[in-house]
């Protein structure tokens, strides 16, 4: 059992103002796994005016006292790199591979990407007699959700860092240890006292308490729309600045001349990856209506050949992080079936021989147009939604009728064509042909899916202000 009783507060393992308990729940067994410790408004107040503190001096380090600190936690993120990608497996029921070659391997990319965008980025540009200035924005508000745990804190904390801010991480409650190792990789890697500070605690008190918070001068957020929303209403009366990567339902638009088993085949494999549970998944997948018996086969046959199980039993999918998580995602599918959706593959309930554990079957889902709740809302889990399409213009319609814009996938053999199609699509990450993850492309969505971006050196933008120093250079 893991006991994380303490926040890490300028510098030091602090106990919380409020003596009050939270156990973690491993979805795989459905018994406690930990026990952290729920923080107030007052342990958010200490930790912000930590950082306060902090930032008059950390703001003014040099770019390779900030490379240095950033060489610095890479290091020590490489000696506990087992150690984290264990702590993932164990609060959210990772499968150990998917913990060691995607969730905590993301986590090290991101601090990878950020020293080495730092190492050339330019922070003083002079245009005419004009000098424009990129500076630290200041104390900045981070909550980060379950789903990608380390990989959210490190796209988060290492831009921040790299450009000279300071902050406040609010994880999830529901995966707090990995924020755990994070903070203690921090903390060896000499992150001077007050620059990062670490809160447990939920949403409504935690988070509402970061984001509403007078000396915080941005909050940088992710999680679904809804609670974007709130995070946004909180932030409002002190008008900082909200970045936001929320929900998506993103369209998958398989052409007509794709090579239909391996496009088909990848999107099951997308979908079903981290048990469904990637905001950016491919859930609905738009095929042809003269190909939809062959495409419903093939994904039949990807869905069925998923095996689930747990997370050291070698299975590609684990569990879903919570009961709620499950009992929402049953829901919805049980909604789908009422109003019309044809079950393909899995369904509802657990996978045999699973009755412990919050295990989802890998589920495909026929409808008939879009307006169905399983097109329509965001699952969160390993189920696809496949509709047909009698042309393109109409695949890209409906790929667009969705409130979120968050990622968008093509395939197709001809080359311009599926671009042409790329280019229509209203997300703000566009996949072609299933191509690799790249950790400099900035990742960020359109409508309700959010605002701003991160990853790579777009995600500098989001800690920086401007400043314009007219007459900097004088006259000739």
């Known amino acids: 059992m893991r006991e994380y009783l303490k926040f890490y507060i300028d510098g030091r393992w602090v106990e919380p103002a409020v003596a009050k308990t939270l156990d973690v729940i491993n979805p795989a067994t459905e018994k406690p796994a930990g026990r952290i410790s729920m923080g107030s408004a007052a342990d958010v107040d200490a930790a912000v005016k930590a950082a306060r503190r902090a930032f008059a001096s950390y703001s003014q380090t040099s770019v390779e006292e900030r490379i240095a600190l950033l060489e610095r936690v890479v290091a020590e993120y ?76 490190a796209c988060k904390v290492a831009p921040a860092l790299a450009v000279g801010c300071t902050m406040v991480l609010k994880p999830s409650e529901l995966s707090p240890f990995s924020a755990q190792v994070w903070t203690e990789i921090l ?55 909200v970045h936001q990567e929320l929900g998506g ?36 997948m738009l095929v042809p209506r003269e190909r939809l018996d062959e495409a419903l086969a093939i994904a039949k046959a990807a869905a069925e050949a998923t095996t689930v199980g747990a997370p050291d039993s070698g299975a590609s999918v684990g569990p879903v992080i919570s009961a709620t998580q499950w009992d929402k995602i049953q829901t919805l599918i049980h909604k789908g079936i ?57 695949a890209v319609a409906i790929g667009n009728d969705t409130p979120y814009g968050l990622a968008a996938y093509v395939s197709g ?57 007219l007459g900097y250079v004088p006259k000739a």
């Open 78 to 153: 490489q000696k506990r790199y087992a150690d984290m990608a264990a702590a993932i497996t164990e609060e959210m029921g990772a499968p150990a591979a998917l913990a060691q070659k995607a969730q905590a391997a993301m986590g090290l990319g991101h601090l990878q990407t950020a020293l080495a965008v730092l190492k050339n980025y330019h922070f003083r540009e002079e245009r005419g007699t004009t000098l424009l200035v990129k500076e630290p924005i200041g104390v900045c508000g981070l909550i980060t959700p379950w789903n990608w745990p380390v990989n959210q804190i």
């Open 338 to 394: 009422e109003q019309g959706a044809t079950v393909v593959a899995g369904g509802p309930g657990k996978p045999a021989g699973l009755e412990t554990g919050y295990y989802v079957k890998p589920t495909v889902l026929v409808v008939k147009d879009n307006q169905n709740i399983v097109a329509r809302e965001e699952i969160f889990g390993p189920v696809l939604t496949v509709l047909p399409y009698d042309t393109v213009d109409e």
């Open 249 to 284: 339902k993103s369209p998958n638009i398989i052409l007509p001349d794709a090579d239909f088993k391996r496009a088909v085949t990848a999107g099951v494999r997308s979908v079903m990856s981290n048990s469904g549970q990637s905001c950016n998944a491919p859930t609905r």
């Open 413 to 469: 053999t001809d080359v311009e064509a599926t671009r042409r199609v790329a280019s229509r699509l209203r997300a703000g990450q566009v996949n072609i042909n299933s191509a690799a993850p790249d950790l400099m492309a900035p990742f960020g969505g359109f409508k309700q899916s959010g605002n701003g971006r991160e990853w790579g050196d777009h995600a500098f933008a989001e800690f920086l202000e401007v400043k314009a120093v």
């Open 187 to 241: 903390d060896a890697a000499g992150v001077p006292a007050g620059v990062f500070n670490l809160v447990n605690g939920d949403g409504p008190t935690v988070g509402a308490a970061i984001a509403s918070h007078p000396e915080v001068d941005m909050v940088s957020f992710t999680g679904s729309t809804r609670a974007g929303v709130e995070v946004a209403r909180n932030a409002a009366p002190s008008v900082k600045r």
